[in-house]
């Protein structure tokens, strides 16, 4: 069996596929302080689309798994859905959020990802198993530099504090 690439403009990495995103985040400081801690820009951005572990773990309650597989499957209805439903990003929103893990702490920016939702009901179907949403960000700030946090469903985002720190409310009315 031939190995199933993900299809640029996409990527897939540690689990994750994601979109690059070429926003201009430049008038966004480098750094914020919040919450008693300095938090500093990432230096690239993406929104993170899927995370393949969640479907894993929800088929393997269900049934034998062969990872491998199942991850070809999973990359294959990624790329066909796309050919007719691309996944596209579509802006960012005055949204931002706090997340945590561990001793590592980032700040999200919540954006619009057209066609993201169809792409989790063609899983359902696919698999028979109810994967959560993802819903989009661009993570922003992180306090560990470079290392984000994953948000890999509505409940975990609904956990994330809104949160408004004056230089981005700035800084996003200075978008282009």
Same mark, same amino acid.
């Given at each position: 069996?031939?190995?199933?690439?993900?299809?640029?403009?996409? #990527?897939?990495?540690?689990?994750?596929?994601?979109?690059?995103? /070429?926003?201009?985040?430049?008038?966004?400081?480098?750094?914020?302080?919040?919450?008693?801690?300095?938090? /500093?820009?990432?230096? /690239?951005?993406?929104? $993170?689309?899927?995370? =393949? %572990?969640? !479907?894993? $773990? +929800?088929?393997?309650?269900? @049934?034998?798994?062969?990872?491998?597989?199942?991850?070809?499957?999973?990359? $294959?209805?990624?790329?066909?859905?796309?050919?007719? $439903?691309? !996944? &596209?990003?579509?802006? &960012?929103?005055?949204?931002?959020?706090?997340?945590?893990?561990?001793?590592?702490? /980032?700040?999200?920016?919540?954006?619009?990802? #057209?066609?993201? @939702?169809?792409?989790?009901?063609?899983? #359902?179907? !696919?698999?028979?198993?109810? &994967?959560?949403?993802?819903?989009?960000?661009? =993570?922003?700030?992180?306090?560990?530099?470079?290392?984000?946090?994953?948000?890999?469903?509505?409940?975990?985002?609904?956990?994330? %504090?809104?949160?408004?720190? %004056?230089?981005?409310?700035?800084?996003?009315?200075? +978008?282009?």
């Amino acid at each position: 069996m031939e190995e199933i690439q993900i299809k640029e403009p996409y #990527k897939y990495e540690r689990g994750y596929i994601y979109l690059p995103v /070429s926003f201009d985040f430049s008038s966004f400081p480098d750094t914020i302080n919040f919450s008693g801690n300095v938090f /500093s820009k990432k230096d /690239s951005f993406h929104v $993170s689309l899927l995370y =393949t %572990p969640n !479907i894993f $773990s +929800l088929v393997a309650s269900d @049934r034998p798994v062969d990872d491998k597989m199942l991850e070809q499957e999973i990359l $294959s209805a990624f790329n066909e859905y796309n050919k007719n $439903s691309p !996944i &596209v990003f579509d802006g &960012v929103r005055k949204e931002f959020r706090k997340a945590t893990k561990g001793e590592n702490q /980032s700040i999200v920016i919540c954006c619009e990802v #057209k066609n993201l @939702r169809g792409l989790f009901d063609v899983y #359902k179907k !696919i698999f028979a198993v109810d &994967v959560p949403y993802q819903p989009a960000h661009v =993570t922003l700030y992180t306090l560990i530099p470079n290392v984000g946090i994953g948000i890999n469903s509505e409940k975990a985002m609904e956990k994330c %504090p809104q949160i408004n720190p %004056p230089e981005l409310d700035e800084a996003i009315g200075n +978008l282009k």
